[in-house]
């Protein structure tokens, strides 16, 4: 399995996290260009207060510690073939995954590339795991929720599809605990 996600804001971020520190091959894109930059953080349980800056900080070194791929690099097209995915980025290079995370913020270009629609409050429609109608391909976050815009939600979202792909992998519901010494 290798998982391929377009997008490094909170959602993205969130769902590499949970596949990375699980084992996966787990590749995402993006400039760090997410509007948690303008951001002052009080509402994000367990943080009293961050700036968004350093939100974006803290995770991007969580993830690549678990082994995830951070590749600076905007994407330019998605495909599906034949229950694989690929991306190119801008840089011209190309991606291909058993799975795709669109962790896109407000932008749906590359949900609609793939033919699903965005329902008429302008959000592309998916289960509650974050699958979409095409297997493989799940959608999260702002994408998916236009009217519910918080990060912790985006990070929820990320790990619940995270969580989806691991118990498919392994045939049944996983969950991610640790435990104290
Ligand atoms: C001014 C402001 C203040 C805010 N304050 C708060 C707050 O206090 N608390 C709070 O909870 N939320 C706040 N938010 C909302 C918060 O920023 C969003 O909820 C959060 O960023 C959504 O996360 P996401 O991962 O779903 O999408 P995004 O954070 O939008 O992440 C999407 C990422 O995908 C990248 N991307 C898009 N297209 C491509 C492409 N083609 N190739 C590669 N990458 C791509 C984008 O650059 C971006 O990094 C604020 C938003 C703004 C604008």
Redesign the pocket.
């Known amino acids: 399995m290798k998982i391929l996600i377009?997008?490094?804001?909170?959602?993205?971020?969130s769902a590499a996290l949970f596949l990375a520190k699980m084992g996966l091959e787990v590749d995402v894109?993006?400039?760090?260009?997410?509007?948690?930059h303008?951001?002052?953080?009080?509402?994000?349980l367990g943080i009293p207060e961050m700036t968004?800056p350093e939100f974006q900080r803290v995770s991007r070194e969580q993830v690549s510690k678990f082994g995830a791929t951070l590749h600076d690099?905007?994407?330019?097209e998605v495909q599906h073939n034949d229950g694989s995915f690929a991306v190119q980025t801008e840089t011209g290079e190309r991606h291909e995954g058993t799975h795709l995370i669109l962790?896109?913020?407000?932008?749906k270009q590359?949900a609609e590339a793939l033919g699903l629609k965005a329902g008429e409050e302008g959000n592309i429609h998916v289960e509650r795991n974050g699958q979409t109608e095409i297997k493989g391909l799940y959608a999260?976050?702002?994408?998916t929720r236009a009217n519910k815009?918080?990060?912790?939600?985006?990070a929820g979202?990320?790990a619940t599809a995270a969580l989806e792909i691991l118990s498919e992998k392994v045939g049944k519901g996983v969950h991610d605990f640790d435990f104290m010494d």
């Open positions: 377009v997008g490094d804001g909170p959602g993205g971020l894109f993006g400039k760090d260009e997410t509007p948690m303008k951001a002052m953080l009080y509402n994000y968004g690099v905007k994407i330019t962790a896109c913020g407000p932008k590359f999260i976050g702002w994408t815009i918080q990060a912790i939600i985006s979202d990320g």
